[in-house]
Nanobody, 125 residues
Framework: QVQLVESGGGLVQAGGSLRLSCAAS????????MGWFRQAPGKEREFVAA????????DYGDSVKGRFTISRDNAKNTVYLQMNSLKLEDTAVYYCAAPGTQFTYSARQYDYYYWGQGTQVTVSS
């Protein structure tokens, strides 16, 4: 059973930084691309970032390009999301996700089968 556990969320002022972590277990982590998504109140869940299984390829949503960085440590079965220059509109619940198929790297939600419980990020003025 694949489990994904996010951590690192919290309250931060606009312009600040946070680093989210997602610890994975139950599958061969190094064979799976990983993704981060977020959902703000009253809005649909949206793509934030994705990383390939080796970490050699990354992709970002337009709203976070240049501010967020996704990375992974396959030795620790962990994927990270470094968030800099945070804006009020970054406030959301952030979810870590893994696809159901090995060697999948995607920005599309329907390619992801396993989801974490989410971690709240709140950006204040």
């Amino acid at each position: 059973q694949v489990q994904l556990v996010e951590s690192g969320g919290g309250l931060v002022q606009a312009g600040g930084s946070l680093r989210l972590s997602c610890a994975a277990s139950g599958h061969t982590f190094s064979r799976y691309g990983m993704g981060w998504f977020r959902q703000a109140p009253g809005k649909e869940r949206e793509f934030v970032a994705a990383i390939s299984w080796t970490g050699g390829r990354t992709d970002y949503g337009d709203s976070v390009k240049g501010r967020f960085t996704i990375s992974r440590d396959n030795a620790k079965n962990t994927v990270y999301l470094q968030m800099n220059s945070l804006k009020l509109e970054d406030t959301a619940v952030y979810y870590c996700a893994a696809p159901g198929t090995q060697f999948t790297y995607s920005a599309r939600q329907y390619d992801y089968y396993y989801w974490g419980q989410g971690t709240q990020v709140t950006v204040s003025s």
